[in-house]
């Protein structure tokens, strides 16, 4: 007889702003019955960014690597707003077109964008390694290099996971092609700083023949049309610049006094209570490494601690689950990183294409023939490229005796 004293409860009214890996996930939590939710994102697609880096090289083309988000989203039987979010208060956020949408509890995860306004010219002479798009911009340049005999030189900035995977890939496309030339700049001392030393010399031994040189503990001063200026004061001439280091917040998001990004607490808990911060958005007190799976633990911890916050319940405390990490080296080795070793071989990487085939069902499971026929021409791409090269008997029989570890 519910229906006489006042009718069914009020939903809560939930806000995520982004809706990549770690913004699906806390909107997967939310149940339509219970909860009206808004994920709110200026760009249309999901894209998995785990693997724009094959891109690069042709081995991942960018329709396999989107997911548009409005059927996603709309699928969760929530709604889906394409704008930007240009203010977030206690309450209520604003859209760049003047939106205002109350809620009861926000989820930010916007991610970051790469910081080049420090660098004078970066932003008009360097490509950002940031999105499929800017892959695709990157391969188009590439790929002209190779219609001259004119030596073209490729400097990747930046010795992290990413800039080992952009390398990895550039050299699988174009190591064969006299007119390339390749080089690392990186303010590091050595390419993936926190790994076993062992492992930098695998990946020095690997290109030992190529026309490839390493910049390593030099920052970029300023970047112009011929190249890079170190701060050493140095000269690298360079014709196709790919930035992939330096992050930085994008715009929109809470933010601390003493910081651009968003400072949480143990909850995921912005300056505002019923504000939750995640992913490369969120700023900690201790050091996170962030990947993909943190987002994900993140977003579905933020979600978890927004309902336990609107019915009055103890919130939870973040910890970061310690998994190893998959670093590809294009065709020539495949890193599987732990906390004091690593393994190195090149069969690794068919377990990097598992974990991209799987993902991408888990955030859209076909549901009618279209979609079946997409996931199975993804899968017939993956055999073709991956499976077949790396795990076939032969090459079973020729890799694993070459498999190695390293230890800190």
């Known amino acids: 007889m519910a229906f006489f004293f006042g009718g069914p409860k009020k939903k809560h009214r939930i806000c995520i702003v982004g809706g990549g890996f770690s913004g699906l996930h806390a909107a997967q939590y939310f149940k339509p019955e219970k909860y009206e939710v808004t994920v709110i994102d200026p760009q249309p697609f999901i894209e998995w960014l785990p693997n724009i880096h094959e891109v690069l090289s042709g081995m991942k083309k960018g329709d396999e690597l989107r997911l548009p988000r409005q059927p996603v989203i709309e699928r969760l039987g929530h709604t889906f707003r394409m704008e930007k979010v240009t203010d ?17 509890a926000c989820i930010v995860c916007t991610g970051n964008s790469y910081d080049l306004q420090q660098v004078p010219g970066a932003n ?43 390398l990895g890939e550039v050299l699988r496309a174009y190591r064969a092609r006299p ?15 926190n790994a076993p030393s062992d492992l930098e010399a695998s990946i020095r031994h690997h290109t030992r023949r190529l026309p490839m040189e390493y910049h390593l503990g030099n920052e970029v001063d300023t970047v112009d049309r011929e190249g890079l200026v170190l701060t050493s004061g140095r000269l690298i001439e360079s014709d196709v610049t790919i930035w992939t280091g330096g992050a930085a917040p994008r715009s ?18 912005s300056q505002h209570s019923n504000v939750f911060v995640v992913g490369d958005a969120a700023q900690f007190d201790d050091k996170v490494i962030k990947q993909a799976f943190h987002a994900v633990e993140m977003g579905r911890l ?5 309902e336990r916050f609107l019915t009055d319940k103890p919130l939870k405390s973040y910890k970061p689950s310690h998994r190893p990490q998959l670093v590809t080296f294009g065709d020539l080795d495949t890193f599987m990183l732990f906390d004091d070793f690593a393994i190195s071989s090149s069969l690794l990487g ?31 791409r993956s055999v073709r490229n991956v499976y077949l090269p790396t795990i076939n008997p032969m090459a079973i029989l020729d890799r694993w005796p070459k498999a190695r570890i390293f230890r800190n």
Request: glycine share 6%; proline share 4%; aromatic share 8%.
């Open 88 to 104: 977030i208060s206690a309450n209520s956020l604003t859209t760049e077109w003047g939106k205002v949408l109350p809620f009861d």
């Open 124 to 166: 008009q002479f360097t490509f950002p390694f940031k999105s499929v798009e800017s892959c695709q911009q990157i391969a188009k340049r590439l790929h002209r290099g190779t219609l001259s005999s004119r030596v073209t030189r490729v400097t990747v900035v930046g010795s992290g996971l990413g800039g080992v995977e952009v």
């Open 179 to 193: 007119q390339f030339e390749f080089q690392v700049v990186s303010p590091t001392q050595k390419m993936l700083e």
């Open 252 to 269: 929109g998001k809470v933010q601390s006094e003493s910081s651009q990004w968003g400072k949480v607490n143990e909850f995921l808990q």
């Open 302 to 306: 933020a979600a978890e601690n927004a």
């Open 350 to 380: 068919a377990v990097k294409e598992v974990l991209f085939t799987m993902g991408l069902l888990q955030m859209a499971p076909p549901r009618n023939a279209k979609d079946v026929m997409r996931h199975l021409d993804i899968l017939q």
